[in-house]
């Protein structure tokens, strides 16, 4: 063994390997010091050395293996063949034929050679012709193929004239590249770089295409890493019975403000003969430099008529965009000794996108809408005052203005065995009404006292569920109010509506949302909770609520405002049972039951087998006596609903889902996929029909190839798999 100092004209220690073995001593190299070994040396002392027979060299982290080795030391220049393994730190690994390499420089360049490396959570491998070192963590691979897989999997890779790989900027980029699938080349572009640690990074994102009711689409989005606080993507899309789509969208993120702008646009759409465009802008600023910090919120859409989401959307964005939003408010608080203060203001208004029918109402514009709450802790109590200005506004209804004032007075009594909440206030509300269809301008006010008390008690006992300790409880709660009844049939409706009943709307005073409509209320709700607790772990096992209403008194509101008296002294009965049957088996049932029609109102249950990731099976039943199943449209809804996910072989997966309507007698939603998993890559065809609209429906075929951490290629049907089966789980992540 020869230790070479990296002065090469001072002399050169030399120690026998023999005697380090036998004395047991242990010695570290000096930094930039090279120790070479070897069966055989020539040169030893001199400027340049030849070695032969299991030569190894090391210096710093850099350790060659080689069959024979020349080294010349005036330059740190070793030249090793016939077959070399050089290991750069324990992150990377090069071997080959044929390697000129400068040690202290780190450059260099092997024949034949194979590349190894694993940094920032990413394995590299792949062989090239040529592999150029060119500095500490950069190297340039020269008729190469390389990609992201365990070593010796090959299924998958990418081919081309040269790939650069820098993890300086954990950059790797590829020149005249193909992607090679089983042998079969199946993607060409001329230029693609890609990110080393699961990063971002500017480039060509993978394409996509899907099958549908449109016939063929593509999508080749271009991301543009700007900066680390603002990005932007360009996504050009072709839809073969539509024309050419393009979509863009920029997001920015500073210390002050942040938010997302996209926008898409179709000239002279096949189909329509017209130009569609969407339009979406979200905004979040703080202005902290003021005396008070200001928040302020731009929520901003628009589309270019009612059918565009029916056209371009999925199932999720048809349900979820019927009222566009278009707002902007500012906001802020402050302490005031031991109170606090906030206001805001709020200019609102909506694009509603209208059913077939054309019979949606577009709700009322505020324009604007000033709120400004103050409370006051006081010992036990905490007072409240909540006030509120708004001029509502619209083209086809009665506008105005409404001012609104709610001081309260709250007590919490609260023990670990039990509580007791008492609440006393006044709902006023002043109107200012506008000329409309003949009548003239006027005033109106309402005022209603509200009294409210919340209380529940707590008892716990040791108990067994499914074979472990748990706690078990016992929760009763008694909720009672008190609102003085009052017509409000002479009083407008600006943004009131019946608020579902379950059970968080049984321990409301009001059940109606908004501030237009104020129930009257003489009556008190009782509920009982029994929950199993697991004791080692604090999870809820399993839940079982009931609860109803009961009145003193016949006087009822409807939404119109009229005054009208009940049928029966209790409310529809509510009762729900849910929770972790086990680590496997998942129930909820909520139960509904109409007293004055003395039937079921609603009734939902459901039951998820869920083992382990990639193997779920969930069953789920809904019904409504009387539901939106459209935009404006109401009916009977009926539905049976099966979904799941499931492994038929070591690397195949089985899913799909049935969402049937026996109200409509056809089915809402089916879908019906494959995926493969093979490691390194996986691929997911799967097919799906839904309904859009009372008599439409879209069809979609979805197909995606993911190679490793590279990327997909396809469509990818990951988000509409996660809605439509409960515990869905990507299988390449299952197998890892």
């Known amino acids: 063994m020869f230790l070479l100092n990296k002065h090469y004209l001072k002399p050169i220690t030399v120690w026998v390997t023999y005697a380090l073995l036998c004395s047991g001593q242990v010695y570290a190299l000096e930094p930039n010091q090279v120790e070479i070994t070897a069966d055989d040396a020539q040169g030893v002392g001199q400027s340049e050395i030849e070695a032969t027979g299991n030569v190894t060299v090391k210096r710093n982290e850099d350790t060659l293996k080689s069959d024979w080795l020349k080294y010349r030391q005036e330059d740190n220049h070793a030249l090793a063949g016939d077959q070399f393994t050089l290991e750069r730190g324990t992150n990377t690994t090069i071997c080959g034929s044929t390697l000129s390499y400068y040690l202290d420089k780190q450059t260099g360049e092997g024949d034949d050679a194979s590349f190894e490396s694993e940094q920032n959570g990413q394995r590299v491998q792949g062989k090239s012709n040529k592999v150029l070192m060119q500095g500490e963590n950069k190297y340039q691979l020269q008729n190469a193929a390389l990609n992201t897989c365990q070593p010796g999997d090959s299924s998958w890779y990418l081919k081309a004239d040269k790939i650069d790989i820098d993890y300086g900027r954990n950059v790797g980029v590829a020149r005249n590249a193909r992607i090679v699938f089983e042998g079969v080349p199946i993607l060409y572009t001329p230029w693609i770089d890609f990110p080393l640690d699961n990063g971002r990074k500017s480039g060509l994102l993978a394409p996509t295409f899907k099958f549908g009711s449109d016939g063929f689409e593509l999508e080749t989005p271009y991301y543009f890493n700007l900066a680390p606080n603002y990005d932007a993507t360009v996504y050009p899309r072709y839809i073969n019975s539509r024309g050419f789509m393009l979509g863009g969208q920029f997001r920015y993120l500073m210390p002050s403000y942040s938010g997302k702008l996209e926008g898409q646009f179709l000239p002279h759409d096949k189909k329509t003969k017209e130009d569609r465009h969407l339009l979406s802008l979200q905004h979040a600023q703080i202005f902290d430099q003021l005396p008070i910090p200001v928040r ?300 004055a029609l003395k039937t079921t109102e609603r009734f939902s249950s459901s039951l998820r087998y869920n083992p382990e990731a990639g193997k779920t099976v969930s069953l789920r039943y809904l019904f409504d006596r009387e539901e939106e199943t459209y935009p404006g449209q109401y009916g009977r809804v009926s539905q049976l609903d099966l979904a799941a996910q499931w492994p038929i072989g070591k690397k195949f997966y089985v899913l799909g889902r049935q969402n049937y309507s026996f109200a409509d007698k056809e089915s809402l939603e089916q879908l019906l996929g494959v995926e493969y998993n093979d490691g390194c890559w996986s691929l997911r065809v799967v097919g799906q029909r839904y309904v859009t609209d009372k008599d439409r429906t879209k069809n979609a075929i979805f197909v995606q190839l993911e190679l490793g951490n590279l990327g997909g290629i396809g469509n990818n049907p990951f988000d509409a798999l996660r809605l439509a089966i409960p515990g869905y789980s990507k299988i390449n992540e299952v197998r890892k």
């Open 296 to 595: 302020m919120n731009i929520d901003f859409n628009q589309v270019s008529d009612d059918n565009y989401f029916r056209d371009f959307g999925d199932r999720v964005s048809v349900a979820s965009n019927v009222n566009l939003n278009r707002e902007i408010w500012f906001g802020s608080g402050k302490n005031i000794g031991t109170g606090y203060i906030s206001a805001s203001i709020r200019a609102q208004g909506y694009q509603t996108l209208q059913n077939d029918e054309g019979t949606l109402i577009k709700p009322y514009a505020r324009l604007p809408e000033i709120k400004v709450n103050y409370t006051q802790p006081i010992m036990k109590a905490s007072f409240s005052l909540n006030t509120e200005f708004t001029r509502f506004h619209s083209s086809r209804m009665q506008s105005g203005n409404r001012f609104v004032a709610y001081p309260t007075v709250a007590w919490d009594f609260t023990e670990s065995w039990g509580y007791f909440r008492p609440k006393v206030g006044v709902h006023y509300t002043q109107y200012s009404l506008d000329e409309f269809q003949g009548q003239n301008s006027r005033s109106k006010t309402r005022s209603l006292p509200i009294i409210s008390i919340d209380t529940g008690l707590s008892f716990e006992r040791p108990s067994m569920f499914a074979g472990q300790q748990h706690t078990q409880t016992l929760e009763p709660r008694l909720f009672y109010t008190y609102i003085t009844s009052k017509s409000q049939n002479d009083l407008p409706n600006f943004d009131s509506s019946e608020n579902d009943f379950n059970f968080t709307q049984l321990f409301r005073e009001n059940r109606f949302s908004g501030q237009d409509r104020i129930n009257g209320a003489n009556q008190i709700t009782a509920a009982l909770t029994s929950r199993y607790i697991n004791n080692e772990n604090g999870l809820e096992r399993l839940r079982v609520m009931i609860g109803q209403r009961f009145y003193f008194k016949k006087e009822d509101m409807s939404l119109s405002g009229e005054i009208r008296d009940r049928d029966k002294v209790g409310s529809d009965f509510l009762a729900q049972v849910g929770g972790d049957l086990n680590r496997n088996w998942r129930l909820d049932t909520d139960y509904h039951y109409n007293q």
